[in-house]
């Protein structure tokens, strides 16, 4: 019986160290070399890629355009339609459709305002945020009444924790007479800078207030609205509020992928990771959206789970190939949840810090830190938390656990 | 923050930091292998893209079809034409563009060109310069892979891409194992000969052996026989001190699988590594025409070589520690007694076809 058994080790043994010589010398040398197969459709009729249909006014003026390149109205109309169907689509490609059409002025240190604005919205989608903040600064030295130049600078200074530059902005819409600068939208702007200095609770009655007061208003509008209420709600630890503000926004706008994903996320703190699933079936193209469900479906050991994880990683992969680094957030998030690999995640999670410095990217990098045991890497956050003041339930509970390992550390 | 102002402030100039980096931006892919003075590869341009640069919707409906691409061919191979130039050392090539077809990739369909060039002499770096797409999509990034290694392109400035020789020897390496695991022919002539190793001649009569220990000194018996014999030939024949002609070597390996069959069912001779010896010394020259095939390149011919031997061990032994536990296990078995009789039987008449075939070629 006992040598039967040696035998059964030593056969599984051979094998599995035959499968990794095999592996090895398939795998090491290079991956990427391995190209597509490649076949010739027999039916002509087959569609083989679908893009935008044809818009006969862009024709014209991109035609226009090449005939005279210097109309630069031309090509602010133009670049600003491919920014709507990168929007649209969430398709990327369009924002490098929209720089190319702007190539004649994209390197100039003074472009003309259209196209500083144009430059500016770009950047910052490609996550490029101090470049965004000085063309908007300078942007609104030269057209200080445009609205929609402050909120994007709002936008921008939130995002890198500038929040005397984002108040400024918001207050600059307030005092303008434009249809934009409606009170709802002011306080929306508001919204998050109230939050990270502790008075959530003061800015979430004052914006319910607004938000049910307004109830025709702009759908745009009134989703971003939804959604901040909805993160101040989170903040506040009320998750039933801040999830019903989503469903709301979602019903106003279902292709609204920030709202989606911060109920995903809702969902999945909450133990309702089948729902958060579900939720985010089907619209995997989309990173921020199929990194979420391949975590969920993997702690729920779904039968999805393998497919998502594979083509997470295969996405990753090929950002990384055209060195691309505007992933952090999410590969930090995998890394840790997928891959248990906390010393990884907190590496991008500390890397996405010095890019962006939302709410989210603090308790990203305190539960990586935590996760890691690295008291250290959550230095910045704990930082930030201190000079801002600010009061939320998650990053409250992730901080105070550094804290009691810190004590138990010293105590020893 | 957020993206959905954008559509309702003014403009529609979206605002945001849209999180959501959905789909992927623009890559294409240009994979090319070089091999002594020719270089050969595959340009990979999504169909999308060239949509953007040439316009292939020809009725403008939004779904580009088989007929509309394919009518749309020499125009694609024009573009390419104009924007792609590869070149040896500073000086360049002659390149060609190869008729394209479809590839799927994961964000959707890809016009795959097949592209080759001949350069004066072996290149030691590679020139490429490259510039599709960059005027229409500022983000557009080429992926040039070539040795093991990925270049961005990230605008139509010409790229140096030295050649690394050291991952040329692994690509031998990696040869070396496609080789016998492709190559049937290896595999059965060394399985014939193992297969007997778990059933040992005893004074008289054949009976199952008793320790796994006896069975792996023989199998390691065998696969070294068949190791230098075919180490031996491999050498001699690819630094070119013998040359055979490659019909008479492929019927000769052909006849030698049909032998090592035979002998199993005949018991002609038993010392088995012997066999392997004389026979393995066919499979060398068998192995050394591959190589020659690959374009052995004269400067690194010694890691070449090494490699590609490294490689077929590497598969080889592969094979061996799969099958001998097997073999063991099932010593006893009437699945064994089936497997040593048919199995040989088969394919010694399979070899047998073979060598005909191959005569006849």
Not at chain 2, 127 to 135: E, K, V
Request: proline residues 4%; contains cysteine.
């Amino acid at each position: 019986m006992r040598g039967r058994r040696k035998l059964t080790v030593l056969a599984l043994g051979a094998v599995g160290l035959a499968a990794a010589l095999t592996a090895a010398a398939f795998v090491a040398p290079d991956r990427a070399a391995a190209a597509a197969p490649t076949y010739l459709p027999a039916d002509p009729a087959q569609v083989i890629a679908t893009v935008p249909a044809r818009d006969p006014a862009e024709v014209t003026a991109r035609q226009a355009l090449a005939a005279a390149p210097d109309r630069v109205e031309l090509a602010v109309e133009l670049a600003r339609g491919d920014i709507e169907r990168y929007h649209a689509l969430s398709d990327p490609r369009y924002l490098g459709r929209a720089q190319a059409t702007l190539d004649r002025w994209w390197h100039l240190a003074e472009p003309p305002a259209d196209v500083l604005l144009l430059r500016a919205t770009i950047e910052q989608a490609i996550h490029q945020f101090p470049e965004a903040r000085a063309d908007l600064d300078q942007l609104i030295r030269l057209r200080p009444d445009d609205a929609q130049a402050q909120l994007t600078r709002a936008v921008v200074a939130t995002i890198t924790a500038d929040y005397a530059a984002a108040r400024d902005s918001c207050r600059a819409i307030a005092r303008l007479a434009t249809p934009i600068a409606t009170p709802i939208v002011v306080a929306t702007c508001e919204a998050p800078l109230d939050a990270i200095a502790g008075k959530a609770d003061e800015a979430y009655a004052r914006l319910s207030r607004l938000v049910g007061a307004a109830r025709a208003g702009d759908a745009g509008v009134r989703g971003w609205a939804l959604t901040q209420l909805a993160e101040l709600a989170a903040m506040r630890g009320d998750t039933d509020a801040a999830a019903a503000h989503l469903g709301a926004a979602l019903a106003l706008d279902p292709e609204d992928a920030y709202a989606r994903n911060l109920l995903a996320d809702i969902l999945m703190a909450t133990g309702h990771t089948a729902d958060a699933s579900r939720l985010l079936a089907g619209r995997e193209q989309i990173d921020s959206h199929l990194v979420r469900r391949a975590i969920a479906e993997h702690d729920l050991h779904g039968a999805d789970a393998g497919k998502l994880v594979a083509a997470m990683r295969d996405r990753i992969a090929a950002a990384a190939e055209r060195g691309d680094r505007i992933h952090l957030r999410e590969e930090a998030r995998f890394a840790l949840a997928v891959e248990l690999d906390a010393a990884r995640a907190v590496g991008l999670a500390r890397d996405n810090w010095r890019v962006q410095k939302e709410l989210a990217d603090a308790r990203l990098l305190a539960e990586t830190a935590v996760a890691a045991h690295d008291r250290d890497a959550a230095a910045p956050v704990i930082a930030w938390a201190r000079t801002t003041g600010v009061r939320d339930a998650a990053l409250d509970r992730l901080l105070s656990r550094l804290d009691r390992a810190d004590r138990v550390e010293a105590a020893r | 923050m957020r993206a959905v102002i954008a559509a309702a402030i003014a403009t529609c100039v979206g605002l945001a930091a849209a999180p959501a980096w959905a789909h992927k931006p623009s890559d294409a892919h240009l994979r090319l292998a070089v091999d002594g003075d020719t270089i050969t590869g595959r340009l990979d341009v999504a169909v999308r893209d060239l949509d953007g640069a040439l316009g292939l919707d020809g009725d403008g409906n939004g779904e580009i079809t088989w007929a509309e691409l394919s009518a749309a061919a020499p125009q694609i191979a024009a573009y390419v034409d104009h924007r792609l130039t590869l070149g040896a050392d500073g000086a360049p090539c002659t390149r060609r563009l190869g008729p394209g077809a479809i590839a799927e990739l994961s964000d959707g369909a890809y016009w795959a060109m097949p592209v080759s060039a001949s350069c004066a002499h072996p290149p030691r770096a590679l020139d490429i310069a490259y510039s599709l797409l960059f005027d229409i999509d500022s983000m557009h990034r080429g992926l040039a892979h070539v040795a093991g290694q990925t270049t961005i392109l990230r605008d139509a400035r010409p790229v140096h891409i030295a050649l690394d020789q050291t991952t040329s020897t692994v690509a031998f390496v990696k040869e070396g194992v496609w080789h016998i695991w492709m190559g049937i022919d290896h595999i059965l002539f060394l399985s014939c000969l193992i297969l007997p190793a778990v059933f040992q001649r005893r004074t008289r009569r054949w009976a199952a052996a008793d320790s796994l220990r006896d069975v792996c000194k023989e199998v390691f018996e065998i696969v070294t026989a068949f190791t230098l014999a075919h180490s031996t030939t491999l050498v001699i024949s690819a630094i070119g001190l013998v040359a055979l002609p490659s019909r008479f070597v492929e019927t000769a390996i052909a006849l030698s699988v049909a032998a090592a069959a035979l002998n199993n069912l005949l018991r002609t001779v038993d010392a088995r590594w012997a066999v392997a010896f004389a026979l393995g010394l066919l499979h060398g020259f068998g192995f050394s025409s591959v190589l020659i095939d690959l374009g052995l390149p004269s400067h690194e011919l010694i890691g070449a070589l090494l490699g590609f031997n490294l490689g077929v061990e590497l598969g080889q032994a592969a094979i061996v520690i799969a099958l001998v536990p097997v073999l063991y296990w099932i010593r006893r078995t009437l699945a064994y007694q089936a497997l040593l009789w048919a199995g040989s039987a088969g394919v010694a008449i399979l070899a047998m076809l073979w060598s005909y075939q191959r005569y006849l070629a």
